[in-house]
């Protein structure tokens, strides 16, 4: 049963919750839901998909700045009560002005995923917003102590957002990144011994260590040396959420490409990346080792 997963790492599908919020962005939820619906544990085996879809959405039918409508599974109600089902939650831009402005989903949503992964650490979770989804991470505070990018234009807002954020709750701030496809915060797993880990911050670092940013990522499964402790993710920051945001609108299918090399393995998205026809335009990955 999905509710008793431990870590979204196995031949199941791994369970992905879309929140879609009225004139969101189209591509930002197009791009990764074919990346995500075109995974498979085998590339010949039709029936070995890597990852489940499920869309919530305000209404049955979600309108999108485009003007094209799609159906929603999940009422934000119902999202809220199954929200332990999901491996993976994944934040759209659009509409932002007026979310921010009336407080509306999926900022509640954003607030209750980190929140569950704090009191269930030892689920392995992900936080995954495209484009301008950004602002309602930084809105919440997830963004606090954490690096982080948006689309392009709207990076002066949403670093006001984030540094508001930060005033606001008396926390450390977001060192906001440019030019980058997506950024990738990761503290959850430890290979090798911590001392000889760069990747690895301690508090004797007294802060980030932007010097340790890396581009890529480097699939789990190839590796035999991943070691993972529980009593060490409740300690980490958010109990250990990987929090992933991506730049503009196409951006969303580097970061999901990233995440199906973490979670499956290199090959599969290798393998959809040639589906696609889409070259994969590597991100950072920063405060942690990608595993």
Same mark, same amino acid.
């Not at 709207?154 to 926390?171: K, W």
């Not at 990987?242 to 393995?265: M, P, Q």
């Given at each position: ?201 301690? &508090?004797?670092?007294?802060? #980030? =260590?932007? /010097?340790? *940013? @890396?581009?890529?990522? +480097?699939?789990? &499964?190839?590796?035999?040396? #991943? =070691?993972? /402790?529980? *009593? @060490?993710?409740?300690? +980490? ?55």
């Amino acid at each position: 049963m999905a509710a008793h997963k431990t870590s979204a790492v196995s031949d199941e599908p791994i369970d992905v919750l879309f929140a879609l919020q009225p004139k969101f962005n189209l591509m930002d939820f197009a791009g990764p839901l074919e990346v995500f619906t075109s995974a498979q544990h085998d590339p010949k085996d039709e029936a070995s998909k890597a990852f489940e879809v499920t869309i919530a959405g305000a209404e049955p039918k979600v309108i999108s700045e485009q003007g094209v409508i799609i159906g929603s599974q999940l009422s934000f109600k119902e999202a809220h009560d199954r929200l332990e089902e999901f491996d993976i939650l994944v934040i759209v831009g659009g509409n932002s002005k007026e979310i921010l402005d009336k407080e509306q989903e999926p900022l509640g949503l954003i607030n209750n995923w980190a929140e569950l992964q704090k009191k269930d650490p030892a689920r392995e979770r992900t936080l995954l917003s495209v484009c301008t989804g950004a602002l309602f991470l930084a809105r919440e505070n997830i963004l606090s102590g954490l690096s982080a990018t948006t689309h392009p234009d709207y990076m002066t807002q949403f670093e006001n957002v984030c540094s508001d954020a930060a005033t606001r709750n008396l926390t450390e701030r977001t060192d906001v990144i440019e030019d980058a496809r997506y950024v990738v915060n990761n503290l959850r797993f430890d290979l090798g011994e911590e001392d000889e880990n760069p990747y690895i911050r301690r &508090k004797s670092d007294g802060g #980030r =260590r932007p /010097s340790n *940013a @890396r581009k890529g990522s +480097m699939s789990f &499964k190839g590796s035999n040396l #991943r =070691r993972e /402790s529980i *009593a @060490r993710r409740a300690a +980490m920051r958010l109990g250990g959420l990987r929090v992933i945001t991506a730049g503009g609108v196409s951006a969303g299918i580097d970061a999901a490409l990233y995440l199906v090399s973490a979670l499956v393995d290199d090959n599969c998205a290798a393998e959809v990346a040639r589906l696609l026809q889409w070259t994969w335009n590597k991100g950072v990955v920063v405060d942690g080792l990608d595993v």
